[in-house]
């Protein structure tokens, strides 16, 4: 068994026997039990998922967003995982336990620099004796990347290929030729994972060939390496809707309205407030009158002809090294921490 599931476990019967835990929802509280129960089974993916319950119906559970974030990311979906550890830093800001996770989340998508202060941000910041073990494996992270850029910046740039590619993009999807141009872009991004802007071609292109699933895997990666933009929410959402998840739908438009600076064009602000107030309605008439899910789900907008300008995989990426982990029996952990 991982270090870190018996580290998880040791730190929830801890934090179960103080009122610091008490939870105002039933529904997070079953569902955090369940998702003890699948970690300690190693069952990444379902504990996840329980986690996301949890979360929803608790939103200032901080601890509860780090262990998605360390589920998501050991079930490979960085992604999320990364959305995760982020709620978790913005909750705990003086925190530095998200930022070795997300490091390793960005190290494994290519994102180079993100990567490295990300590690570098956790190995400055704790200080504490009994995760030094971390810190020498943060900072043994933090020399391998830095010898990459230095190789990197060594050799040939390739940004002149990149610019021909993302013009060719860019012509294809003009002329709504948008299977050919998320053919090129996937195989460009194959060669710089980190670019975002491919990211977010892809991700309308994917939007338009009316494959929604795959386009939220794009917007999501997109959201990964641009954290601050506010745009791919907008598309996120309708794809989340048009394949049937108008929770994180609402959830998508809600951060598009919240990020979308004071000056940005009001009719595609107008049209999330539209769609926020449509998905909470339906949510209400759910709740009351116990209609089905399929019932109240709001019909996918035409998405518009054009998005708010700026874009995540279109499969899961290979997952990321695991943390530092040792085989032990030990269940009982002094400290509540997933990693490190």
């Not at 476990?9 to 105002?24: E, F």
Request: with cysteine.
């Amino acid at each position: 068994m991982s270090r870190v599931v018996p580290m998880v476990l040791g730190a929830l019967a801890t934090l179960t026997a103080t009122p610091v835990w008490a939870q105002k929802s039933p529904t997070a509280k079953a569902a955090l039990a369940r998702a003890v129960t699948d970690l300690g089974a190693n069952h990444f993916a379902e504990a996840a998922a329980e986690m996301e319950t949890a979360v929803r119906f608790e939103p200032r559970f901080a601890f509860g967003w780090y262990l998605l974030a360390s589920s998501q990311r050991r079930a490979g979906n960085c992604d999320r995982a990364v959305a995760a550890y982020r709620r978790y830093a913005e909750l705990r800001p003086s925190h530095p336990d998200p930022h070795f996770g997300l490091g390793l989340c960005l190290e494994s998508i290519g994102d180079r620099d993100g990567a490295l202060s990300s590690f570098r941000r956790y190995a400055d910041t704790d200080t504490r004796a009994q995760w030094a073990e971390f810190v020498s494996q943060a900072r043994e992270r933090i020399a391998k990347l830095e010898s990459e850029h230095a190789a990197t910046a060594a050799t040939p740039s390739a940004a002149a290929p990149a610019a021909k590619a993302h013009e060719k993009a860019g012509q294809l999807i003009a002329t709504r030729n948008y299977p050919e141009a998320a053919n090129d872009l996937r195989a460009g991004i194959k060669g710089a994972p980190a670019d975002a802007a491919a990211w977010y071609k892809l991700a309308f292109a994917l939007r338009e060939s009316n494959q929604p699933e795959e386009a939220a895997k794009a917007y999501r990666r997109y959201i990964t390496l641009k954290p601050d933009d506010p745009d791919p929410y907008y598309g996120l959402g309708h794809v989340l809707l048009a394949s049937g998840h108008p929770d994180e739908a609402l959830v998508a438009f809600r951060a598009y309205v919240k990020l979308a600076p004071v000056n940005s064009e009001s009719r595609w602000v107008s049209k999330a407030r539209a769609e926020i107030a449509h998905l909470e309605s339906a949510g209400r008439a759910s709740m009351a009158g116990g209609a089905n899910k399929q019932a109240t789900t709001p019909p996918a907008a035409s998405p518009p002809a054009t998005q708010p300008a700026a874009p995540a995989p279109t499969s899961p990426t290979t997952p990321p090294a695991v943390e530092p982990s040792t085989t032990t029996a030990n269940l009982t952990p002094p400290a509540p921490k997933t990693e490190p």
